[in-house]
């Protein structure tokens, strides 16, 4: 367990700075807010198209073999947008575009394996680790590149995910086995519409991304600056890292839980609308802190209601949530360029309110049940 969470430091570590670099050049060198969207967009929306083949890959693939072709694909193709950087938007995207499938098997990969390092009664404590862990990088990651952008050319920082692909494979040298089903009768469709808690437990999930972590792509026009860019996305991270730590568990349901957690987003998204640098600052702490929460119980009941054979594909379709991200991105980078940032704003509280109430919904016609 300890080289497996070492490596997801890792990885995750130089995907953030890949992230925050990679944003900030796209928009210092052409000045165009859509074209956030676009690149943001080519990083998560595979993970939405190609749920089916990801998760049947994750399912029926040797994990070890799995990653070194992951990444080993991922360093080839860090190595292109190196050379051709923001010189062609357009390549770049598809650049960005193809390195997005292998980091999504690599996502879905990591979060599958998670069940052979930890019995079913740990498997909570198992997530938030994983949650804690990933959420340090957050942290660390964009702090990193914040010093890096200020003192080192930003075009030659697109090179460092390359070393955290050849740090993966050094710390992993082989992976735990887990079951291999058959491809010819992996029936994922059928296998969900058996149980609908899963069904609900995913679309509340794609809702509070499209209207929640949306912000992360309208970030830099809140921030207006590369160093208040790392900032506030650290400050993000710093919430998230905050809900994980034991002293601040909450003893309640699940359900309890997750409602709790979309209010406080409300409330956090309310703040950003009150001009004020230490406001921003305290808003952005807690939508960290809500929307980690949400996330954390959303993937822990979802483990829990998927069996050993159909958990890559059902993960695979969970995590497509985060091609909500980009698509939620696009909505609210044209209402920012055409109205303003107000008005982005009072459509994402509009959306979490929804979300809550369909939540609300979903939590009450199908509750959970443990599987047989």
């Given amino acids: 367990m300890s080289s497996f969470s070492g490596f997801s430091l890792n990885s995750k570590n130089h995907d953030w700075i890949d ?12 000045g165009e807010v859509m074209y956030l969207s676009y690149i943001n967009a080519a990083r998560l929306l595979p993970s939405l198209v190609l749920v089916s083949i990801i998760g049947r890959l994750v399912d029926c693939r040797r994990m070890t073999e799995l990653m070194y072709v992951v990444q080993l694909a991922v360093i080839a193709l860090t190595m292109l947008i190196y ?3 923001v010189q062609s938007i357009f390549l770049l995207i598809v650049l960005v575009t193809v390195k997005s499938i292998f980091v999504s098997i690599d996502n879905v990969q990591r979060n599958k394996l998670l069940s052979t390092f930890a019995k079913k009664e740990q498997l909570e404590q198992a997530i938030q680790l994983n949650a804690l862990i990933l959420n340090c990088a957050r942290l660390v990651g964009p702090f990193i590149a914040g010093l890096c952008l200020a003192y080192v050319d930003s075009i030659q920082l697109l090179i460092l995910p390359a070393g955290g692909g050849l ?20 029936q994922l469709k059928p296998y969900l519409l058996q149980r609908p808690q899963l069904i609900g437990l995913i679309l509340s999930s794609l809702m509070m991304m499209f209207f929640g972590l949306s912000i992360s792509v309208i970030l830099p026009v809140i921030a207006g600056s590369s160093q208040h860019y790392a900032l506030y996305t650290a400050v993000i991270a710093a919430g998230s890292i905050l809900t994980l730590l034991p002293v ?3 003893n309640c349901s699940e359900n309890c839980q997750i409602y709790g957690s979309i209010i406080m987003s409300i409330i956090g ?23 980690q929460s ?44 055409h109205y303003n940032l107000t008005t982005a704003l009072l ?9 809550l ?16």
């Fill in 19 to 30: 992230i925050i670099v990679l944003n900030w050049l796209v928009f210092h060198y052409s």
């Fill in 83 to 85: 050379m051709v950087n």
């Fill in 167 to 186: 740090c993966v494979m050094l710390l992993n040298r082989s992976l735990p086995d887990v079951e291999c089903g058959d491809s010819k009768q992996h």
């Fill in 248 to 250: 601040f568990r909450v």
């Fill in 269 to 291: 998204f309310c703040g950003l609308l009150v001009p004020g640098f230490w406001i921003a600052i305290l808003s952005l702490f807690v939508i960290g802190a809500a929307t």
């Fill in 294 to 337: 949400f996330r954390t119980i959303n993937r822990l009941l979802i483990q829990q209601q998927t069996i050993e054979r159909y958990r890559g594909s059902v993960l695979a379709v969970a995590m497509m949530d985060r091609g909500c991200i980009p698509l939620g991105g696009v909505v609210l980078t044209f209402i920012i360029k």
């Fill in 347 to 355: 459509l994402m509280i509009a959306g979490l309110t929804a979300t």
């Fill in 357 to 372: 109430c369909c939540t609300y919904y979903w939590m009450r016609r199908f509750p959970n049940a443990e599987l047989e």
